[in-house]
C-alpha cells in the first residue's frame, strides 16, 4: 500500500456541509479526475472561501476534515442532468479554523501576500506536516 497523501478541497461551507451529511467528496463541479487521484487512506480539507455557493458572504476557513474510504469514484445523478462524479469520505467532527492565523505558518502558501491564488485551483495536494497543523486546530479535544 502507498504512503497516504493529503488534499484540500475548495467549494462553499453549504456544499460541504452536505458532503459531511452524505459521507462523500467532490470536486472541482462533480469532475472525476480530481477525485481519481486519491486512494483509501489519503486525508482531505474542505476549504470554504464563501458560507454559501453563488453567495457573497466570505468565510475563509477550514470546514471538513475527513479520510477516504472509498475504493472508487462514482457517478451520481443528482436530477436535470448533472451528475457528479463522488468518492466516499469518513468525517470527523471538528470545529471550523479560519485560515489568516494559519497563513504565516503553512508551507503549502508560498506566498504569503497573495495566500489565495492556490485555491482557485479547487483541487490540490498538500504536506503531511500542513495537513497535521491544521488537523490539530479543527479536531476536537476528544478525538485527538
Known sequence: MSEARYWVIV??????????????????????APLKRMQVGDGVLYYSPKVEFGGDEKLQAFTAIGEV??????????????????????YKECLEVPIQLLIPVLTFI????????MFRFGF?????????????????????
Do not use: C
Request: proline share 4%.
Open 11 to 32: 467549494a462553499s461551507k453549504d456544499h460541504v456541509q452536505n458532503g459531511v451529511r452524505w459521507g462523500i467528496a467532490q470536486a472541482n463541479h462533480g469532475k472525476a
Open 69 to 90: 474510504t472509498g475504493e472508487s469514484v462514482y457517478p451520481f445523478e443528482m436530477g436535470g442532468g448533472f451528475v457528479p462524479y463522488r468518492r466516499d469520505v469518513k
Open 110 to 117: 508560498k506566498d504569503k501576500t497573495s495566500w489565495g491564488f
Open 124 to 144: 490540490f495536494e498538500i504536506p503531511k506536516v500542513d495537513f497535521d497543523l491544521i488537523a490539530s486546530q479543527m479536531l476536537l479535544k476528544k478525538e485527538v
